[in-house]
């Protein structure tokens, strides 16, 4: 496609490269360019309105419109622009959020320590936890286990973490020290004729043969997302984490629950956490957060946890960590702000209201002969679709689902042919039903394009 010239498209081409993009194909296709939002709506430069069925990246909570939030970020920026936390400085915004993290925390946690994206909450949370284990004087403690298919982000640490092929190929990952285990995905993972409850008693087996082979005085940590989403949004099994909890406890290895995209109340709870009954000892948060109108993250650990570090960094002189925008403090008064609103206007209490209505659509789109699966739980959800049928490459079906949603007027996500959905909180059932109205016809359409 040309674009004119001098257009933001061309100039986007000629100077920008894009996250999770084929760059090549970038450059003949260009970017959709998107000018302004509003609620669940965001507006491209030509005026086409889409309704954003992904919250952006699984993360703008309160849609995109909220002026409060505007508001928040300004008196901030009057008032300190900016400072740090690093040697004994702090700053009102960032202890309020700290000190409101830790009263929201499903378990009891001692600390919030602030970074700015979810990938380095995870990068940090493998740094506290090999410093800890040097502190406790295991040095050789420094394993860390995550799943086939985790998302915990990009870094070197993270992208080790994360369980998914692109995001090791060609980068000379995993780092030696990260590990996966079983995906818990019932449909594609499970044997013929095994139970879900059987898979989910598998699935803590296959961990705890993991941790025996490498042997338990080695393996530090586990990581997981209590609903796997960029892995195509996969929804635990039945007994699931009743079963993979006691082997972490027996092997006294530290659970850290990636809250990235769970975290406050994608899940129509506070927190995944909460839905699911984990007990981690650390905890990463983001998106949500600050419904992402600024990047801001957090890591909650609990004492067990804290207690060492501190230590550690009172015998060394200092935990010699931290980044320049660590809990900046126009961030964290903005996701302040978004927590206080979520509050007042009930978030949590509309997702639970609409949810039902959500995943009664997201079933019923997936009622379609071209769908293989729905999963989901409250307001996240994803159908995944057979490109056998297709006879085509996997992923090209999904794209073409996806490529006609966006035509119509819906941005959803494929991750291969799976197409998810992660709509702003604040969506109303009228919204939601626009959305999979767009979504059905899309289907229908690529379906009778491909016979
Ligand atoms: N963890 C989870 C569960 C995520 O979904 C993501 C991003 O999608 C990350 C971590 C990484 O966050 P970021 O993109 O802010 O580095």
Redesign the pocket.
């Known amino acids: 496609m040309s674009h004119l010239p001098n257009s933001l498209e061309a100039r986007d081409v000629a100077y920008q490269l894009h996250s999770y993009t084929d760059a090549r194909r970038h450059e003949e296709a260009g970017p959709l360019v998107i000018e302004r939002g509003e609620g669940v709506y965001v507006y491209d430069t030509s005026g086409k309105r889409y309704i954003e069925g992904m919250a952006g990246?699984?993360s703008v909570a309160l849609g995109f419109g909220e002026k409060r939030l505007a508001a928040a970020a300004a008196r901030q920026m009057e008032k300190l622009p900016y400072y740090h936390t690093f040697a004994h400085k702090s700053h009102a915004p960032s202890v309020e959020l700290a000190e409101k993290l830790v009263a929201m925390a499903p378990v009891p946690m001692s600390k919030a320590y602030f970074t700015n994206?979810?990938?380095?909450a995870?990068d940090t949370a493998i740094k506290m936890i090999w410093y800890r284990s040097n502190a406790l004087g295991q040095p050789e403690r420094k394993k860390i286990i995550s799943r086939v298919k985790g998302?915990?982000?990009?870094t070197i640490a993270?992208a080790s973490l994360t369980g998914l092929p692109n995001n090791h190929r060609s980068f000379d990952l995993p780092i030696d020290k990260v590990l996966h285990t079983t995906c818990p995905h019932y449909r594609t993972m499970a044997r013929p004729g095994e139970s879900e409850a059987d898979f989910a008693r598998r699935c803590a087996q296959d961990l705890e043969e993991l941790i025996l082979k490498e042997g338990p005085e080695t393996v530090a940590a586990f990581f997981a997302?209590p609903v796997m989403?960029?892995g195509g949004v996969i929804v635990p099994p039945q007994g699931y984490w009743e079963a993979i909890q006691p082997v972490l406890k027996k092997y006294d290895i530290l659970f850290v629950a990636?809250e990235?995209?769970c975290g406050f109340g994608r899940t129509g709870d506070a927190f995944g956490s909460t839905t699911y009954g984990l007990e981690p000892d650390m905890m990463?948060l983001?998106?949500q957060l600050s419904s992402s109108y600024l990047?801001i993250?957090a890591l909650l650990v609990n004492e067990k946890v804290y207690a060492p570090i501190a230590d550690e960094s009172h015998a060394i002189g200092t935990w010699g960590h931290g980044f320049t925008g660590s809990g900046h403090p126009v961030a964290a008064a903005v996701a302040l702000e978004n927590l206080k609103i979520m509050e007042e206007r009930d978030v949590l209490g509309h997702v639970r209201q609409v949810a039902p209505h959500f995943q009664a659509r997201l079933r019923a789109l997936a009622r379609h002969p071209l769908a293989v699966e729905a999963r989901g739980i409250g307001m996240l959800g994803a159908v995944e679709f057979s490109h056998e049928m297709l006879r085509d490459k996997p992923g090209a079906l999904g794209g073409r689902i996806f490529a006609a949603m966006q035509e119509k007027g819906l941005i959803a996500r494929n991750l291969y042919d799976t197409v998810a959905f992660c709509p702003p909180l604040i969506i109303s059932e009228d919204e939601i039903d626009a959305m999979f109205d767009m979504a059905e016809a899309a289907v229908a359409e690529v379906a009778k394009e491909t016979g």
Do not use: Q, R
């Open positions: 990246l699984w994206s979810g990938s380095e995870n998302y915990h982000g990009v993270s997302e989403g960029a990636d990235v995209i990463t983001s998106k990047p993250s």
